[in-house]
């Protein structure tokens, strides 16, 4: 499969249920959330597949991924195939259950964790009382296993965080022993709860890169296309319903890449 036809990653949505309830969550994600999780089996297979059709990479995310008693494991079994990429609000690594991470160190795998602000109050006040606290705690605990740590730091546009506070957020990271090549900068998108919230820049196709996503409702352009708003599941990121076998959603994927027009290239640079 061509890197510049459909991207060398393959991304999986585990699950959409979290812990949590962001305000600009894509997948209108809380506690209470339908599942629509992918079972264990369909991840490796996903991840095989891959592997086949000549992707170099998987990511994961959701949901919180780690609100499956399963994902560990499941994370091992697929970066046995391809290295992994999964992304967590990392409020569940307590100690006794980031020992459940442990093998973790010994796989390709990176954990994306989110840490939005500097501060504790301007972090917690879009995401949860008490997050910053626990991300700022985890984060040392899995690197300090030997647990590659990556943090995803997103921001809404229209935020006033200035030079100064991006400093600190960029010091704080390398304290927590995160190098700069693992922090990643990223503004809030206008789907999902963030769309209800009046939230972030709106992106079209020609804005995100395609990266074939499997959930279980089907194959999307990109992570950043089976979102939900107000329960209600968007599809005009939809590929195909087929997910298995991968070839279907990657071909369908590939034929509509090469159907853009000449230089409708993805502009936001979003990650």
Do not use: K
């Amino acid at each position: 499969m061509s890197e510049r036809t459909v991207g060398r990653r393959v991304w999986m949505y585990s699950n959409y249920h979290c812990n949590m309830a962001c305000t600009y969550c894509l997948t209108d994600s809380a506690p209470s959330s339908p599942r629509r999780a992918l079972s264990s089996q369909a991840m490796v297979t996903v991840a095989r597949q891959a592997a086949e059709l000549g992707f170099s990479s998987l990511g994961v995310t959701g949901g919180e991924p780690f609100m499956r008693s399963d994902m560990a494991e499941t994370l091992v079994a697929m970066a046995a195939v391809l290295p992994t990429l999964v992304l967590s609000n990392a409020t569940l690594f307590g100690p006794d259950r980031a020992e459940r991470l442990r093998p973790l160190a010994d796989a390709e795998v990176a954990v994306q964790i989110s840490l939005d602000r500097a501060d504790a109050a301007p972090n917690d006040e879009l995401r949860a009382p008490g997050n910053h606290a626990r991300v700022v705690e985890a984060i040392p605990r899995l690197v300090g296993m030997g647990i590659r740590v990556r943090i995803a730091t997103t921001l809404d546009p229209d935020a006033d965080v200035d030079d100064e506070e991006r400093s600190r957020l960029c010091g704080l990271h390398r304290d927590l022993g995160v190098s700069d090549d693992d922090h990643v900068v990223r503004p809030v998108v206008r789907r999902g709860r963030a769309a209800s919230a009046d939230m972030g820049v709106r992106a079209t196709v020609a804005d995100l890169p395609p990266e074939l996503t499997i959930t279980a409702d089907g194959a999307f352009w990109s992570p950043f296309g089976p979102t939900i708003r107000d329960g209600r599941l968007d599809t005009d990121l939809l590929v195909t319903r087929t997910t298995d076998p991968l070839h279907i959603p990657a071909a369908a994927l590939a034929r509509l890449v090469d159907g853009r027009p000449p230089g409708d290239d993805a502009r936001l640079g979003i990650r």
